[in-house]
Nanobody, 121 residues
Framework: QVQLVESGGGLVPPGGSLRLSCTVSGSIFSRHIMNWYRQAPGKDRELVAR???????SYADAVKGRFTISRDNAKNTVYLQMNSLKPEDTAAYYC???????????????WGQGTQVTVSS
């Protein structure tokens, strides 16, 4: 069973920075496309950033130039560095490992429990 554990959320003033971490166990981390999503109260969950196994990245327009996703395959961890935070970035942030098939086994999409980010003065 794939397990994802996020950390690093908290309260930060506008313009501040936070770094989220998500550590994965129960699978070969490097085989999975990794994602960060967020969900604000009353809104749908949205994709924030994605990183492919080889390191290619993509971002939602709302966070381009402010957020950076990275991964350390040796530590089974994906990060989201968030700079120049705005009140509209306030949300629960979730890590997701995309499904993968390897070693004769299928690994479905897996989600972390979420970590709250609040941007407020």
């Amino acid at each position: 069973q794939v397990q994802l554990v996020e950390s690093g959320g908290g309260l930060v003033p506008p313009g501040g920075s936070l770094r989220l971490s998500c550590t994965v166990s129960g699978s070969i981390f490097s085989r999975h496309i990794m994602n960060w999503y967020r969900q604000a109260p009353g809104k749908d969950r949205e994709l924030v950033a994605r990183i492919f196994s080889a390191g290619d990245t993509s971002y939602a327009d709302a966070v381009k130039g402010r957020f950076t996703i990275s991964r350390d395959n040796a530590k089974n961890t994906v990060y989201l560095q968030m700079n120049s935070l705005k009140p509209e970035d306030t949300a629960a942030y979730y890590c997701k490992a995309n499904s993968a098939y390897y070693g004769g086994r299928y690994y479905p999409d897996s989600w972390g429990q979420g970590t709250q980010v609040t941007v407020s003065s």
